[in-house]
Every structure is written in C-alpha cells, then in structure tokens.
C-alpha cells in the first residue's frame, strides 16, 4: 500500500511534532543508502515476522533526518528538538524492512527524507492535533484533499506525571492519495490502530501508577498553587515516548507494527474487474445464502428449545431452500450416501440430447422453460442428480426448485424438478396432465444400446429412457424463441460445449431482460392489457408459449430487483416525472 503511518505529538512549547514515520518504498533506498550500509560492520541481528526481514542499520545518516544542523534539511534543526520532540538519537540509522515476497522496504525513521512528502506529513501532523480532532479530542478522524492527501487519523492521550493535566497528546495517522482505499480500509486501520494505542496507553500507564506513588505530584502541585512561575511556559519539557512508557525497544516495536500494518492492509483489498452489474442469477444467489445464513443462525439460537417431534418438519423446510444438488435433504432418503463424490452422468446439454434423442430432449427442453414439473425415475441416484445439474442449466437460478430424491411424490407447487425411486407411484392425474413430463429409466433390453456413441461411457449403456406427458409436443410446433435458439447451438458442431455454454448465459439474459420490462409494464405501472400485447409485439414475445416463459420466468426475480422497482415508484420524484 503506497501510504505513510506516522506518529505524531503535541509539544507545548513547539506545537505539533512529527515524531516517527513509516514509508513504503519500491525503488532503491532513500539518498545516504546503499548495499554497503546494509551489509555494513556492527550491523545488528536480522529478523523475520510475516514474511518481513528487519533491520536496524539501514543507511548512513542523512542530513535529512534532523540529526544535523544544516539549514537545506526538511526536518528541524537539531538545536529545536527537544527531548519529547525526537524519537530517534542523533546518528541513529533508522529502521528498514525487506519484504521478500514484493521485493519492498519499509522504511523508519524520524521525517520523511524526500521534501515534498516531508511537507504533507507535516501538515497532515498539524491538522491531526490541531483543527481535525474528534468531540473530546480523543478518536479517529478522516480529512485530506487531491492535493495533499488524504488522512486517517486517531488521536489519543498518554499519561505523564509531570505534564499539565497529567497527560500529553499524541496520533496516529495513515496518509495516501487514494481517498476511496482509505475508507474502505477505515475499519482494519481502526482496529489495529487502536491496539497500538492500547498498549502504548497500557505501558504509559504503569510508569504513571508508580510515579504516582512514588511521588504524587497531585498534592505537592497545590501547595504550590499560587506560585506565579507555574504558569511559564518554560516548566518541565516534554518527556521522550520512551521514557513515558519505559521501553527503550518501543521504536523498533512501532516500526514493526507499522510496516505489518502497510503490508497487510495492502494485501486484504484488491482489485476486481467487473463488467457490468450484477446478473438476476447473481442476485437471487446472494438471497439464498443470506437465507441460509440467518437459518442456521435460528436454529443454532433455537437448538436446545426445540422439540425432536418438529424436527421433521424443519427438515422438510430447509429441503425446498438448499437447491444444491449435492445435498439430500428427504427424511426417508438414507439410502442416499450425501458424503460420496457424484459422478457427471451427463457432461452437457447437448451430451443429454444425443442420448435422448432430439425429439425426446426437445419435449423436455420444453416443459423445463415453461416451469412444468419434471420428474426422473431412477435407481442411479447420481444418473438423477446429473440430469437435474444439465437441465437446471436453462433457467434463472430463481426459478429452480428441487427435491433431489424422494420414496413419495411431492406436488408441483413445491418443486418443479422431482428425483423418484422407481417403486414409488405417481397419481394418474399428474401422468395425464400437460403441465408434467416423466422420463422413466429403465433397463436396456441390449447390452450396448449406444455401441457407436458411447463406447466409453458403460453407466448409460445399460439404460434406456422413455420420455412421456400427458401434452406432448408436435414436432411441427414452432415453440418459444429460445428454445429454437438453444436446439441450433447444440446441433452446431463448429461450437464448442464451453462456447454454447456462454450461448446459454446470454440467451438467459436476453429473456431476464424482456421480463424485467414486462414486470415494471404490468405488475408496477398496472398498464392495460391492449399495451401490454403491443409491449409484447415490440418484445418479440407475443406468441403463447413465449408469453407462458415471461410469467413463469418472471417468478425468478430476485426481490432485489422487485423492491428496487417498488421503491423507486412510490418515491415522489418518480411520481412528479411521470405525471
């Protein structure tokens, strides 16, 4: 993360200091530094934490730093720093961190060795302890503009026995041009900022617990009360940091908080391309983790109240919201090994229709997008399952209701893809309807039903499917648009099952589309029906079955959506525009 961490103190006689710095750097060392100053004699044990190399002598000492008294450095003369003012000795190398995964220094030291960036940490410093402070002077804060930041700051007191008011003000504060980043990162910077703080406080406190009961300064500062030369501002000068809390390791401590908190908070934030906004799919995905979540949550609240007689009942709830295919959710389903890996019977949608037949997968491609219930029986659970995982493949994720495998029959209205074992019995009803299609799976009569296709595949070989409804569809029937359109992909062999996959996504949302206008038509703005068939004519989907795929389709909308229209209508803004 290209940033500078930096804390700062407030000096009653020199106002707001920059106390230490920690800087990112990509290109070789700041001026003063080179290899051999790194590999130089007296060079100090290294050491590694997070994948970070540290080192205490980093470089000779630079003019730059505030060591010397030479009048061309950014930072202050060594005559105006005062004890409680500087943070490193004089002659003091710094500190560095070699980061060996990006082949970046972290770089410690008193001020910024570059002007410019010496002067933005300088202001940032100034306003940070003096105008942008928080209600009680003690918290985080952001500010900053394009030209010279932005800054996250937290400002905080340490105790000191012999300052005014017993203790003295410091912050913390993050500086990077990059003000989205930065308030995205406002709740990481918050958190390990303030176990910085926390410890520093922590140490600062009991150095003061002893000082006091040592010496109470309480007591022997009123008896001197009246003393006129209190007042002075030329009274006790700051204590160091290191002395207030009794650390004189605390320096490289906060270099290596400071580098860990430019790495890692470099590292959780990354970018992400999107390509437009999120698909209905998408959407809808979101809810139904969601869903589940707050679910679980319920019933790991609710798990020690409950009886074992609901729990049935739960079960039979959960089954219709989890859709994953790899999950069997039927009480009576323990034949099912959910654990064991299943096998892709069917790779495709076009592998299913070399193994139906065209006139057989285009009778179930059918009632699959006009939202008729679709049942399979089967003994080969996962022959089901791979079946369930083609076909689903042509609609909305909303519009996907499964029982995977079932010993009963389960209405229409609770799924519309159904897995049964053979022995159980469908009502005849539901055999004659034309709102269901069955494909029973049944022994080949041959050994090698498909020789020549599937030579290698021996789990279909041994069956044969009979696909059958109580309304079967005529051949010469021209059918929904993107029916048509799905057949002619699949039977283009100069395509590719990844290519007409991605066919498949955006013939979906084509149709997504066309419903999200048919929704608002009708269901938001109420329009009669003489508009809505002319909206349809104008939509391409005036024909029956194409208008049956709008309103089954249009069950698939994610409530997202549906409120996001709501909203918008009844907001008087809207109201105003259409009238």
Not at 358 to 366: D, E, H, K, N, T
Request: net charge negative; hydrophobic share 35%.
């Amino acid at each position: 993360m290209n940033a500078i961490v930096a804390l700062c103190h407030f000096c009653e006689l020199h106002g707001p200091r920059t106390l230490f710095c920690t800087e990112v750097l990509h290109s070789p060392l700041p001026q003063g530094a080179s290899s051999g100053d790194i590999a130089g004699q007296n060079e100090q044990a290294e050491e590694e934490e997070g994948g970070i190399q540290m080192s205490s002598r980093i470089r000779s000492h630079s003019p730059a730093e505030g060591a010397s008294a030479d009048s061309s450095s950014p930072g202050p003369k060594k005559s105006d720093m005062k004890k409680g003012c500087r943070s490193l000795a004089g002659g003091h190398p710094g500190f560095v961190s070699h980061d060996k995964e990006t082949s970046i220094k972290y770089v410690s030291h008193q001020h910024p060795n570059h002007p410019q960036l010496f002067s933005i940490v300088r202001q940032a410093c100034v306003r940070s302890l003096s105008c942008e402070v928080c209600p009680g002077r003690e918290g985080p804060i952001f500010f900053g503009d394009e030209q010279h930041g932005f800054v996250f700051s937290h400002t905080f007191f340490i105790k000191d026995s012999l300052a005014r008011g017993f203790q003295r003000w410091y912050s913390i504060i993050t500086i990077m041009m990059d003000r989205i980043y930065l308030i995205n990162s406002w709740p990481f910077l918050l958190g390990k900022i303030r176990g910085i703080i926390d410890e520093l406080q922590g140490k600062a406190l009991k150095v003061f617990e002893a000082e006091q009961y040592g010496c109470p300064q309480r007591a022997q500062r009123m008896n001197t009360a009246f003393t006129p030369f209190l007042h002075q501002r030329n009274g006790n000068a700051a204590r160091s940091l290191t002395s207030l809390t009794n650390d004189e390791n605390l320096w490289a401590c906060l270099h290596t908080s400071f580098a860990w908190l430019l790495k890692a908070c470099g590292s959780r934030l990354t970018e992400k391309l999107l390509e437009g906004a999120p698909t209905e799919d998408t959407l809808v995905q979101m809810e139904k983790l969601a869903d589940l979540k707050e679910e679980s949550e319920g019933w790991d609240g609710s798990e020690e109240e409950e009886k074992p007689s609901s729990q049935p009942d739960a079960v039979e709830g959960q089954e219709l919201s989890k859709c994953s295919p790899e999950t069997s959710l039927m009480p009576d389903c323990s034949s099912w090994n959910v654990a064991h890996r299943r096998l892709s019977v069917f790779r495709s949608l076009r592998h299913m229709r070399q193994v139906l037949g065209a006139s057989a997968f285009r009778m179930l491609a059918w009632h699959v997008l006009m939202g008729n219930q679709v049942i399979w029986k089967a003994r080969d659970v996962d022959l089901v399952q791979s079946a369930f995982d083609v076909l689903r493949t042509m609609l909305p994720v909303g519009c996907v209701r499964i029982i995977p495998y079932s010993d009963q029959y389960e209405e229409a209205y609770r799924c519309n893809f159904l897995g049964l074992s053979p022995h159980v019995q469908i009502p005849s009803h539901i055999l004659s309807s034309e709102f269901a299609v069955l494909v029973e799976v049944r022994s080949a009569t041959r050994s090698s039903l498909y020789p020549t296709l599937f030579d290698d595949e021996q789990s279909l070989n041994k069956y044969e499917f009979v696909v059958t409804s109580g309304s079967p569809v005529a051949a010469d029937r021209v059918g929904p648009t993107i029916l048509n359109k799905i057949e002619a992909a699949l039977t283009n062999q100069n395509l590719s099952v990844d290519v007409v996959d991605q066919c498949l996504v955006c013939l979906k949302e084509e149709w997504m589309n066309k419903v999200k206008v048919l929704f608002k038509f009708t269901k938001v703005d109420s329009r009669p029906k003489e508009d809505t068939q002319k909206l349809l004519s104008i939509l391409g989907a005036a024909e029956e079955d194409n208008v049956k795929l709008l309103k089954f389709w249009m069950t698939g909308l994610s409530k997202t959506y549906k409120s996001h229209l709501m909203s918008t209508v009844r907001s008087p803004t809207s109201s105003e525009s259409r009238n």
